[in-house]
């Protein structure tokens, strides 16, 4: 995912989170940042098991995010001035 700085002129577009809710890794399993994302901002377990065994040994717990309820947008640093709804 590559985003970039939007200037302050420019309002929050309502189609930008829409589109942004529409990313999950049941729907790019091959988009391994996208499940790194998942498992360091929502502890979600990974296809991988080296991966869950180290981020269980650091937080203590995962768990399965098969329902799709986490979203980019749901992170609060993610809806700020710095990604632009222009992709």
């Known amino acids: ?4 700085q939007k200037g302050i002129r420019d309002q929050f577009d309502p189609r930008f989170k829409e589109f942004s809710d529409s ?10 940042l996208l499940e790194d994302i ?15 065994e180290y981020h269980e040994f650091i937080f203590h717990f995962l768990h399965n995010c098969s329902s ?4 980019l ?10 990604h632009s709804p222009s992709l």
């Open 1 to 4: 995912l590559l985003f970039a």
């Open 23 to 32: 990313f999950h890794p049941s729907k790019y399993p091959e988009d391994n």
């Open 38 to 52: 998942w498992l360091w901002k929502f502890s979600c377990l990974s296809k991988h098991k080296s991966k869950n």
């Open 68 to 71: 799709e309820k986490e979203k």
């Open 73 to 82: 947008t749901d992170l609060p640093s993610y809806l700020n001035l710095y």
